[in-house]
């Protein structure tokens, strides 16, 4: 006989749904990397930005290292090595702009809330790289979980400085990393792959990152901005920090694991709103933890940007036509 097949709609929640555990982990690894290179005097750790950004990721490559032998070390071989190492340098470039953000003092819920601009990068690359078609529905939940993040940061009542590119920036270079992502998982690269080619080719991006930083600095010390390279750029803190730093490891392999995942169940230009969550998440979680409070305008740009995954999943979830499967 035959019988409706929900395989489609899975694909789809499943999608949503490790979207959304992986903007948890995002928002947990927000809040450590605006602690860790705080300065001790206002209650920070006093890392570099790039110093810490390299240990974030050398930690995450560390503790892969058991779930690549589990897996298998034939996960690793690719017939895309040079997208891979792209999509690496790229993602490293993105985490160095983004914390250098946070090193300059800019709070969480409005670093956070500018990366909103990223499923417009993510739309415009998706469709003219990747053939993905932007159906009406899809830009304007986009568009309106841009509104909500600009509604929550604030923009427009407050002069704006150049800090306020650094998160642009950032989510411009990650739009670009989702958009590899994606076009990696179309030519078969499995979620394994994916997350453990990330975390093996973006230690030595980091690395060369920081080196370069730290001899441009050494080189010529007023050019660099305060904050970027300081000191030793291997210096580890001490006591509480070291073990934050080490959970900012672990959630940022959980983090990177997930959205591959994400991105091989359903459409990039489908699950950006549900990205969208980690805004308010982020801004929930830097309130409790660092008592960075938003502004009045963070409860309804919040509420655009859920209202915006809601939006998206609905319209989407009914129009996937069901097929028929034979039993």
């Known amino acids: 006989m035959s019988q409706v097949s929900s395989t489609t709609k899975s694909a789809a929640a499943s999608g949503a749904t490790f979207m959304l555990v992986a903007a948890f982990a995002f928002a947990g690894s927000n809040v450590l990397q605006s602690v860790l290179p705080t300065p001790v005097e206002y209650g920070g750790f006093g890392m570099a930005s790039t110093g810490m950004v390299f240990w974030q990721y050398l930690i995450a490559g560390v503790l892969s290292l ?21 999509r690496a340098f790229v993602s490293a470039l993105g985490a160095h702009v983004f914390v250098y953000g946070f090193a300059s003092g800019v709070p969480i819920w409005q670093m956070v809330t500018l990366l909103a601009a990223g499923p417009l990068f993510i739309i415009l690359g998706s469709t003219v790289f990747l053939g993905e078609r932007a159906s009406a529905a899809r830009l304007v939940a986009a568009l309106v979980g841009f509104t909500g993040a600009i509604i929550v940061s604030g923009i427009g009542s407050e002069s704006l ?78 006591g509480d920090g070291l073990w934050l730093l080490l959970l900012l490891g672990v959630l940022t392999g959980v983090a990177q694991y997930l959205m591959a995942f994400a991105y091989r169940a359903a459409d990039a230009t489908y699950l950006q709103p549900f990205a969208d969550l980690k805004v308010p998440l982020s801004a929930l979680v830097g309130w409790i933890a660092l008592g960075q409070v938003p502004s009045v305008w963070f409860w309804p740009g919040a509420a655009l940007i859920v209202a915006a995954s809601v939006f998206i999943y609905w319209v989407e979830s009914r129009n996937r036509t069901p097929t028929l499967a034979t039993a």
């Open 66 to 86: 058991p779930l690549i032998f589990r897996i298998g070390i034939d996960k690793l071989r690719t017939s895309h090595p040079l997208t891979h190492e792209i």
């Open 161 to 238: 400085g150049w800090h306020t590119l650094i998160p642009i920036v950032a989510a411009a270079l990650w739009a670009t990393t989702d958009v590899l992502t994606k076009y990696l998982t179309l030519k078969g690269e499995s979620p394994e792959t994916l997350t453990i080619s990330l975390l093996v080719l973006i230690t030595p991006n980091h690395l060369l990152i920081l080196l370069a930083v730290n001899a441009l600095g050494w080189l010529a010390p007023t050019v660099l901005p305060a904050g970027l390279a300081t000191g030793f750029p291997f210096a580890l803190p001490s």
